[in-house]
């Protein structure tokens, strides 16, 4: 594989994954970081046993999901640059407006039609 075909790879990967995936989990209202699944967890075993240590995880949680979501966007900005970024906000409108909308159908196709056009200007902007 080149370097052209690896960026190009990574670009797709972000645009999919980082947007559409994370529109459509914002949709359903439900943070996919591993992170916060585990501040979650931790939460609710504070609620339960007040007095142990979790609040000190929770808080090591937090600031890991911030850290990781910045470092995730600074990269596919560098590796896309602006208009990679633009993909990647399209096809986060789009996976949120499918899962927002699925009995919509000119919702749906718009969706769709967000997503192709990010992942064929996330490819552009590699090259």
Do not use: H
């Amino acid at each position: 594989m080149s370097i052209n075909e690896k960026e190009d790879y990574f670009v797709q990967t972000f645009v999919l994954g980082l947007g559409f995936l994370g529109g459509a989990f914002c949709a359903v209202g439900v943070d996919p970081d591993p992170a916060s699944i585990g501040i979650q967890i931790l939460t609710t075993l504070n609620a339960i046993y007040p007095n142990s240590n979790t609040s000190t995880w929770v808080f090591y949680l937090i600031v890991a999901s911030i850290i990781s979501t910045a470092v995730t966007l600074i990269a596919a900005y560098q590796m896309g640059g602006r208009l990679g970024s633009i993909c990647i906000g399209l096809a986060w409108v789009g996976g949120f407006v499918i899962v927002k909308y699925p009995t919509n159908t000119a919702f749906v196709q718009f969706g769709v039609i967000l997503v192709i056009i990010g992942v064929i200007l996330g490819r552009s902007s590699v090259n």
